[in-house]
């Protein structure tokens, strides 16, 4: 099946050894769809930093997989996230996700101040600036089709975008969201600006209905009621719903011609796994080398 579709994943870095266990046995499930690259997260707070990095040179051992890391102004002074960044170039990495990150524990609001650290990066941009002199890398920046939640205005959202890439970014992944029409909306929108940088959108399989609201309202995506109404009327377990809910929504993507999506698998294989078996069993994704989802 011959199939244009891209496909990505996204984990954390694991904090024991089980953890770590569990997320090789997790990529070894997943790594059978062809991943175009799978990204490592720096967790809030700056929190992962060393754990991020050694994800990321494991990664590095297995030559069928492109790692990717996520690097945040969070946390370090300038010097010490430049470091990082050269000794990651210097491990073959080439492309980064470059965003600010954000405090632990916060909710982020129109008002809500980002602490800048001593001698640290206040905003993604000036990272990127950064980053461009020190190598070619390509970088890859957040996008909030539903409007970041400090901005007042989806137009500051859009001059924020517009400055990243005329710094160099040349993608961007998309916060989380279920409401398609929302997106499309966005797209449009940013198309108008001229905006042509290829916008990967983020699914985020629904693990617990009851405990997406706060996550989602923090990270400002809006959930359907049409999707609200199917898990109060749920019929079948709360797995499935939620399988065929993200299946729906990107085989919808892919109809309206995104081809790339990126998924937010929380070092979980079930659900994503399970979304991409269905895709391509429509034959909308390449066909996986192993039986194992089939
Ligand atoms: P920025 O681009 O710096 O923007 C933040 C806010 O500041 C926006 O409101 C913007 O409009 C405003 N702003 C930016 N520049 C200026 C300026 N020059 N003047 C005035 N206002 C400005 N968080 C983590 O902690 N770790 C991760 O690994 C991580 N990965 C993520 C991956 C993706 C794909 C996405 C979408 C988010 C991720 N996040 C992660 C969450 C992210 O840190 C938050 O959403 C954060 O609040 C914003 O990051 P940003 O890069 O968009 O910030």
Redesign the pocket.
């Known amino acids: 099946m011959k199939t244009d579709l891209k496909i990505s994943f996204e984990f954390f870095p694991p904090k024991n050894l089980k953890m770590h266990q569990d997320l090789w046995e997790t990529l070894n499930k997943l790594k059978i769809f062809y991943p175009d690259f799978v990204s490592i997260?720096?967790?809030?707070g700056g929190s992962t930093r060393k754990r991020t990095h050694d994800t990321i040179k494991k990664f590095t051992y297995r030559p069928s997989i492109r790692p990717i890391p996520?690097l945040?102004c969070?946390g370090d002074t300038r010097n010490s996230i430049k470091k990082l960044a050269t000794n990651y170039w210097k491990m073959g990495i080439k492309s980064i996700?470059v965003?600010?990150?954000?405090s632990e524990n916060i909710k982020?609001t129109k008002k809500s101040k980002f602490v800048t650290y001593p001698n640290g990066y206040k905003?993604?941009?000036e990272l990127i600036s950064d980053l461009r002199k020190i190598r070619d890398f390509e970088i890859i920046?957040?996008?909030?089709p539903e409007q970041?939640p400090?901005?007042k205005d989806i137009k500051?959202?859009i001059e924020?975008l517009k400055?990243?890439i005329d710094l160099g970014a040349s993608k961007g992944?998309?916060?989380f969201f279920f409401d398609n029409n929302k997106f499309y909306e966005f797209i449009n929108i940013i198309e108008k600006k001229n905006i042509k940088i290829p916008i990967i959108p983020?699914i985020l399989p629904i693990i617990n209905f009851n405990k997406l609201n706060k996550l989602a309202e923090n990270c400002n995506a809006s959930i359907p009621k049409k999707i609200t109404n199917l898990y109060k009327n749920k019929r079948e377990y709360e797995y499935e719903l939620s399988v065929n809910i993200a299946t729906k929504q990107c085989e919808d993507l892919i109809k309206n011609g995104f081809k790339n999506l990126h998924f937010y698998t929380l070092n979980r294989s079930d659900l994503t796994g399970k979304i991409c078996s269905n895709l391509t069993k429509k034959k909308l994704i390449k066909k996986p080398y192993d039986a194992f989802w089939t």
């Open positions: 997260t720096y967790g809030a996520h945040t969070i996700v965003i600010r990150g954000d982020l905003y993604a941009s920046v957040g996008v909030f970041h400090e901005s500051e959202d924020n400055r990243k992944i998309t916060q983020g």
